[in-house]
Antibody, heavy 118, light 108 residues
Framework: EVQLVESGGGLVQPGGSLRLSCTASGFALSKYWMHWVRQVPGKGLAWVSR?????????YYADSVRGRFTISRDNAKNTVYLQMNSLRAEDTAVYYC??????????WGQGALVTVSS | EIVLTQSPATLSLSPGERATLSCRASQSVTSSLAWYQQKPGQAPRLLIFDASKRATGIPARFSGSGSGTDFTLTISSLEPEDFAVYHCQQCSSFPTITFGQGTRLEIK
């Protein structure tokens, strides 16, 4: 069974940093592109970032986070990361890790809540 | 950026009725569109991809249609478990992805 489990969420002050982890099981992580998608509670979904599955580690970012967020992966640990720096109040959201399937997301984690507030 | 507009924002129907949800793109996304279902407190679930293909395990009462800029998700006969929020997503503008704002399907 495919499972994605996010961790690392919490409360952080504006300007602070946080690293989210997504631990995968039930499939070969190295064979899949992976994404982070966020959702302000009660609002719509917003794509954040994606990373390739192979050794090239090609990455892409939404304009709103480029230069502040970094996606990475450790296939040996079956884990994808999202390092978030210079956090702003508008980054407050539930962050989902997803597995890519033909550019869509066929499996989602349960989400990690990030709250940016003083 | 390709903007997806979903309508209506809220749809009130009764079990057994037919639901028709719309997603309109600001420019053509060919058939690179998906629909997701999200229930309260849960992550989204992929229902439809490539505009009309059902994902694994999705009941036949869910169907998708459209291409270019206008897309429709149809639920032929609503079951109690179908009342949820539905999101559309486009993947045409690789490498970025955008979502619509969602349609809430509620029990009348």
């Amino acid at each position: 069974e495919v499972q994605l489990v996010e961790s690392g969420g919490g409360l952080v002050q504006p300007g602070g940093s946080l690293r989210l982890s997504c631990t995968a099981s039930g499939f070969a992580l190295s064979k899949y592109w992976m994404h982070w998608v966020r959702q302000v509670p009660g609002k719509g979904l917003a794509w954040v970032s994606r990373i390739s599955g192979d050794g090239s580690t090609t990455t892409y970012y939404a304009d709103s986070v480029r230069g502040r967020f970094t996606i990475s992966r450790d296939n040996a640990k079956n884990t994808v990361y999202l390092q978030m720096n210079s956090l702003r109040a508008e980054d407050t959201a539930v962050y989902y890790c997803t597995r890519e399937y033909y550019a869509y997301s066929d499996h989602w984690g349960q989400g990690a809540l990030v709250t940016v507030s003083s | 950026e390709i903007v997806l507009t979903q309508s209506p924002a809220t749809l009130s129907l009764s079990p057994g009725e037919r639901a028709t949800l719309s997603c309109r793109a600001s420019q053509s996304v060919t058939s690179s569109l998906a629909w997701y279902q999200q229930k309260p407190g849960q992550a989204p679930r992929l229902l439809i991809f490539d505009a009309s293909k059902r994902a694994t395990g999705i009941p036949a009462r869910f169907s998708g249609s459209g291409s270019g800029t206008d897309f429709t998700l149809t639920i032929s006969s609503l079951e109690p478990e179908d009342f949820a929020v539905y999101h559309c997503q486009q993947c045409s503008s690789f490498p970025t992805i955008t979502f619509g704002q969602g349609t809430r399907l509620e029990i009348k």
